[in-house]
């Protein structure tokens, strides 16, 4: 437990030096004629240590989706560029499908012959010139060449390729004029109004997640401090990385773009060990930050390091135990060793 402390005690040794330079050393007399004041405070007692080990995420959309072609052709029309929004059923693309088309008119033939044939056959039937068999058989062929249409249909329809939902274009890998493949990536379209953070977690700490838990989520470059929700975590990890996905949904999105760089923040593991307290209780003096505590009917200072901020809270990485009392509100006015009321 020794090295846990030293760095805030070197420093506040260094601080009382300094103090000793400027300025007689007080006595107990002096000591004693400080005035006592009220304070406001917290106790971390009972607080569990936040041990905390960051990942490094995306954000990415909820609903995303790369459109492909499914049939070969040359494109004849896109529409479309990076950024455009699309409404759900928009036109992306058009394929040339004039093979596509000469099947469906043979299709349609095809159809159309076996429907007189099954219709001929029938009335026959109905005079005693035909059998019930080959009425059944006709029938039958009549049913295949149905099916054929719908399929030569189905495939004409691939020709034309739609938005499956309003999002925005976000990638674009063909233009007017390619020929397309089957699976052929043509573009991305995502739905940039629900976002996500997607990472990776160490199989251990895996663990420890569950959904619906709360994990902060931190993007430096749109200075986005929040918490979100798990919502999806895979229940198997990754053999070569070690590492199992989870997918955490953020509110408050609209600074957010996907793709962006994120931090996740997971529990468990080892991590450093944190301490929670409002920012009103930590001030500055020079590059050292410190605090008060309370021992003994006294505030006492206590240099400390101190983590992230979020959501009016800060961490303290170091220099502060879990069971002490600190002062929250009106620590900027204390000296060492000051008397203390305590007040609700």
Known sequence: MLHKHLFPTLLFIALLGAVGCKGPAHDGTA???????????????????????????????VQRATIAAKVPGPIEEMPISLGLAVKKGALLARISAGEITARLSQA???????????????????KDASTRETVNSLEDAYRVAEAGVREAKAVRDYAVITAPFAGIVTQKTANTGDLATPGMPLLVLENTEQLQVVAAAPEGLALKIKKGDALAVTVPAAEFAKSGTVTEISPAADTASRTALVKIRIDGTSALQPGQYARVALPGGAGVNAFLVPESALSRFGQMERLFV???????????RSG?????????????????????????QLVDGQPVHIVP
């Open 31 to 61: 000591e004693q004629q400080i005035p006592a004041a009220e304070v406001r405070i917290i106790t971390v007692a009972g607080q569990a240590a936040l041990q905390q080990n960051e990942v490094a995420g995306a954000v990415e959309s």
């Open 108 to 126: 349609e033939t095809q159809l159309a012959q076996a429907q007189r044939n099954f219709e001929r056959e029938k009335r026959l039937l109905e």
């Open 294 to 304: 309370i021992q003994n009917g006294k505030a006492h200072l206590r240099l400390v």
């Open 308 to 332: 992230e901020r979020r959501e009016g809270q800060v961490e303290i990485l170091a220099g502060l135990n879990a069971g002490e009392q600190v002062v929250i509100q009106s620590g900027a």
